[in-house]
């Protein structure tokens, strides 16, 4: 059963910042690059950020660039999101998946929501002003 968990949303002021976990199971971790995804009311879902297999390598959507900080720990099979700066147009349900495919050494990390599988419930941001 594979499967990854997103949690530690909640509700925070302007400017705060929270850390988001993903724990991840029934899966080799460390074959999969994984990736951060938001989905605001009756907005498409966005990825956020990417990680790839080593942790060496990561990607952000501009918006959130210098703000947003994705790690991952392969022993602990868990990836987080330093989500810092918050503004309200963060505000989203938040999602951990990881990719359908092993990407090769010379690809670039992906954050297309149809480059990924084994979605969660997600966990809800609420960003105040």
């Known amino acids: 059963d594979v499967q990854l968990q997103a949690s530690g949303g909640g509700l925070v002021q302007a400017g705060g910042s929270l850390r988001l976990s993903c724990a991840a199971s029934?899966?080799?971790?460390?074959?999969?690059?994984i990736g951060w995804f938001r989905q605001a009311s009756g907005k498409e879902r966005e990825g956020v950020s990417s990680?790839?297999?080593?942790?060496?390598?990561?990607a952000y959507a501009e918006s959130v660039k210098g703000r947003f900080a994705i790690s991952r720990d392969n022993a602990k099979k868990m990836v987080y999101l330093q989500m810092n700066n918050l503004k309200p147009e963060d505000t989203a349900a938040y999602f951990c998946?990881?990719?359908?495919?092993?990407?090769?050494?010379?690809?670039?990390?992906?954050?297309?929501?149809?480059?990924?599988?084994?979605w969660g419930k997600g966990t809800l941001v609420t960003v105040s002003s």
């Open positions: 998946a990881k990719t359908k495919s092993r990407r090769t050494l010379t690809s670039p990390l992906t954050m297309r929501a149809a480059d990924f599988d084994s």
């Open positions: 029934g899966f080799k971790f460390v074959d999969y690059d």
């Open positions: 990680i790839s297999r080593s942790g060496r390598m990561s």
